[in-house]
């Protein structure tokens, strides 16, 4: 089950692209934040599954609906404001602001997550399949929470590290704009395919 997690969560995809962008414009600590809201999103399905809650889950499709299209234009919203402005966030933020944009990615990642069909049909659906639900015990569900910790948030860390490493390279070699046009156009181009994919 690691393996897929990880492999599940390196793919590239907007839940990846939102993490990079927020570790390479606004600092390590937006990156990790964004992870943390991702695993956090992932929980609340496993949970939901664990628990026998995959029915209401299924139910709720209208909601997680309007969940994605809410994700979806505040990707868009991000990066617009990512291209109008004329410093880098995290250049003119405040310690306050930053603690602010944290936490503003945390749960821009659990919005995200939790909008995501893809997630909802794993866990609902193909989840099940590689644990017996029946014979689970406290200390197995301990066991998926860290397993989906480690596996999902390992890889999504990882991801934010190496963004704010190229973001420092390319802000050293003057290439500052040109990857705030770049990521800014990337999240609308995110957000814009999580309101327009099925």
Same mark, same amino acid.
């Given at each position: 089950?690691?393996?897929?997690? $990880? *492999?599940?969560?390196?793919?590239? %995809?907007?839940?990846?692209?939102? $993490? ?9 600590? /937006? ?27 299924? +139910?709720?499709? #209208?909601?997680?609906?309007? =969940?994605?299209? !809410? @994700? ?5 919203? !991000? @990066?617009? %404001? ?5 410093? +880098? ?6 310690? +306050? ?6 936490? #503003?990615?945390?749960?821009? @990642?659990?919005?995200? #997550?939790? @909008?995501?069909?893809?997630? =909802?049909?794993?866990?609902?659906? !193909? ?24 596996? *999902?948030?390992?890889?999504?860390? #990882?991801? &934010? ?5 190229? &973001? ?13 046009? &770049? &990521?800014?156009?990337?999240? =609308?181009?995110?957000? +814009?395919?999580?309101?327009?994919? /099925?």
């Amino acid at each position: 089950m690691l393996a897929v997690l $990880v *492999v599940l969560a390196a793919v590239p %995809s907007t839940s990846v692209l939102f $993490v990079v962008t927020r570790a390479a414009t606004l600092g390590i600590a /937006n990156g990790v934040a964004a992870s943390i809201g991702i695993v956090v999103g992932d929980l609340v399905f496993i949970l939901l599954v664990v628990f026998g809650l995959s029915v209401v889950a299924e +139910t709720m499709g #209208t909601v997680f609906l309007a =969940i994605k299209y !809410l @994700g979806g234009i505040y990707l868009i919203w !991000l @990066g617009v %404001s990512l291209l109008r402005s004329k410093n +880098t966030a995290l250049e003119s933020a405040t310690e +306050t602001n930053i603690q602010g944009n944290c936490l #503003t990615s945390c749960l821009a @990642g659990l919005v995200l #997550t939790l @909008g995501d069909i893809k997630a =909802i049909f794993f866990y609902v659906s !193909l989840f099940p399949t590689f644990v017996d639900l029946v014979a689970l015990q406290m200390s197995d569900i301990l066991l998926i929470v860290l397993i989906t910790i480690v596996g *999902v948030g390992g890889v999504k860390v #990882t991801y &934010a590290f190496y963004a704010r490493r190229v &973001a420092t390279f390319s802000r050293t070699m003057g290439y500052e704009k040109a990857s705030k046009i &770049a &990521a800014g156009s990337c999240m =609308i181009g995110a957000g +814009t395919y999580l309101i327009v994919k /099925n």
